[in-house]
C-alpha cells in the first residue's frame, strides 16, 4: 500500500510547493538545537541583561543572583552556540551579544509573548 492511500485528502501541488523550499534535515535539526538554548530562563535573563551593556561574570552574577559558577557554565553554553562573545581587558573577560540577530531573536520572542 502507496503511503498516499492512506490519507483521504491529498493536494498534491501544495505538497510538491513545500517539497521543494523544506530545508534539509541537518538544518532543521540545527535550528531546533538553537532554539533548545533559549529554552532556559538564566540563559534568556543573561541575554537580556546584555542588550543594554557589555558585563563580566561578576557584574551578572550580582544582577541575577547567581553564583560565578553558575553565570559562567551558562555563558559557555552561549559561547558555544555563538549567542555571545567576549573580549579580554587584562585579567577581566567582558561579555556581550555576538550579534543583532540575538537581539532580534529576543526581542521577537517578547512581542510574541506579550500579544
Same mark, same amino acid.
Given at each position: 500500500?502507496? +503511503? *498516499?492511500? /492512506?490519507?483521504?485528502?491529498? +493536494?498534491?501541488? =501544495?505538497?510538491? $510547493?513545500? *517539497?521543494?523550499?523544506?530545508?534539509?534535515?541537518?538544518?532543521?535539526?540545527?535550528?531546533? /538545537? %538553537?532554539?533548545?538554548?533559549?529554552?532556559?530562563?538564566?540563559?534568556?535573563?543573561? %541575554? @537580556?541583561?546584555?542588550?543594554? =551593556?557589555?558585563?563580566?561574570? #561578576?557584574?551578572?552574577?550580582?544582577?541575577?543572583? %547567581?553564583?560565578?559558577?553558575?553565570? =559562567?557554565?551558562? &555563558?559557555?553554553?552561549? *559561547? #558555544? +552556540?555563538?549567542?555571545?562573545?567576549?573580549? $579580554? /581587558?587584562? *585579567? +577581566?573577560?567582558? @561579555?556581550? &551579544?555576538?550579534?543583532?540577530? !540575538?537581539?532580534?531573536?529576543?526581542?521577537?520572542?517578547? /512581542?510574541? !509573548?506579550?500579544?
Amino acid at each position: 500500500m502507496d +503511503n *498516499k492511500e /492512506e490519507f483521504l485528502c491529498i +493536494n498534491e501541488e =501544495s505538497v510538491e $510547493k513545500v *517539497k521543494a523550499v523544506f530545508p534539509p534535515e541537518e538544518f532543521l535539526y540545527d535550528l531546533a /538545537e %538553537l532554539f533548545k538554548i533559549f529554552g532556559d530562563t538564566t540563559r534568556i535573563r543573561i %541575554l @537580556y541583561a546584555l542588550f543594554e =551593556s557589555e558585563l563580566c561574570v #561578576n557584574d551578572m552574577a550580582v544582577l541575577l543572583g %547567581l553564583s560565578q559558577t553558575a553565570v =559562567s557554565h551558562q &555563558l559557555r553554553v552561549l *559561547k #558555544n +552556540n555563538k549567542l555571545v562573545r567576549f573580549r $579580554k /581587558e587584562g *585579567k +577581566n573577560v567582558f @561579555y556581550s &551579544l555576538s550579534d543583532e540577530h !540575538v537581539r532580534s531573536i529576543i526581542e521577537m520572542g517578547m /512581542e510574541h !509573548v506579550e500579544e
